[in-house]
């Protein structure tokens, strides 16, 4: 193998090499396949008789077990979700029983192409920055010189979000999500900052959704 050229040399007898031939169409076919992921965000402020959590047992249906296909995925783009499950599965309904235990808000509608088994980034919130004093030293008059090092800090949705296509086309979605958020929303508004400023993070467990 000639990594630099991007050439594969192989010796052995004609059906070996014909075996082998299969084997690298089959793979550059599945590597140059490509996924249009399109995420929507929500937040929901739970009401005060809620504060306990949501209660999804409630949920009138159920996330489906039926798996995407790549010849579906138009059908569900174009605003169609039945391919989850044998029922349809109404995203304005789930909005409507988030709605009945607090605010649900639209914070953002992000979409991305990737290519089969290859990392997705989405990030939606802001990114802070800040200052740190870096050095401090003194000039030929003794006076103090300080020196100020530039630095940032995320605080948002962060999704790692990685799509594999099996040769039938069936699409898994690997997803790891990551939260960080201000411990106290008045930092926010701080605009000289030297210090990172003060956040909590949750990094949720991978989830792998057909």
Do not use: C
Request: hydrophobic share 35%; proline share 4%.
């Amino acid at each position: 193998i000639d990594k630099n050229s991007g050439l594969i040399t192989v010796t052995g007898t004609r059906n070996q090499i014909e075996e082998i031939r299969k084997y690298i169409n089959n793979l550059n076919d599945r590597l140059h396949k490509e996924v249009l992921i399109d995420v929507k965000i929500y937040s929901v402020e739970l009401s005060k008789s809620n504060q306990t959590g949501i209660k999804w047992s409630e949920l009138s249906f159920s996330l489906p077990s039926k798996q995407i296909k790549t010849n579906e995925l138009d059908e569900y783009f174009a605003g169609s979700y039945s391919i989850f499950s044998e029922t349809t599965f109404n995203i304005a309904g789930l909005l409507n029983f988030l709605a009945q235990n607090g605010n649900v808000n639209s914070i953002s509608n992000p979409k991305i192409v990737t290519l089969n088994n290859q990392k997705a980034i989405i990030s939606v919130g802001d990114t802070i920055y800040y200052k740190y004093i870096s050095a401090k030293k003194k000039d030929e008059n003794g006076n103090p010189i300080i020196q100020y090092t530039i630095d940032n800090k995320f605080v948002g949705v962060l999704l790692d979000i990685t799509p594999q296509i099996s040769n039938n086309g069936e699409i898994v979605l690997s997803i790891n999500p990551k939260i960080n958020e201000f411990k106290n929303l008045n930092q926010l508004l701080n605009s000289n900052r030297e210090m990172p400023p003060d956040t909590k993070g949750a990094k949720k467990n991978n989830a792998h959704i057909p």
